[in-house]
């Protein structure tokens, strides 16, 4: 899709219901979730009990224990939209993390 000469591309999205732990930058708890589908560039993460509501510019890290393979995997992101109990999430490579990181702490 081509809009004001600026191209937008989708991931494709991966169906999944895997367990997701989610921390909030900045917060001192942890949110249960389920990942609801992933891709290459994102998550959206559907929350299974909270006291807090990400917002629209957290940063966060979302844990995924995969059982199964008796694996961990840990992603950081950026809340993206954020919707009752559903969130788009989309992923920071650590140095973009560090540079956000960094310029928060300095303002």
Request: hydrophobic share 35%; charged share 20%.
């Amino acid at each position: 899709m081509e809009s004001n000469n600026t191209t937008v591309t989708s991931a494709k999205r991966h169906p999944t219901k895997e367990l997701a732990i989610l921390e909030v930058y900045g917060r001192t708890f942890k949110i249960n979730g389920r990942l609801a589908n992933l891709s290459v560039t994102g998550a959206f993460l559907e929350l299974t009990s909270s006291n807090y509501q990400p917002k629209q510019g957290d940063l966060v890290r979302i844990t995924v224990p995969l059982q199964k393979l008796n694996k961990t995997y840990t992603l950081h992101g950026q809340v993206i939209w954020s919707r009752g109990m559903g969130l788009g999430v989309s992923f920071l490579k650590d140095k973009d993390l560090h540079a956000i990181l960094t310029k928060t702490t300095r303002t």
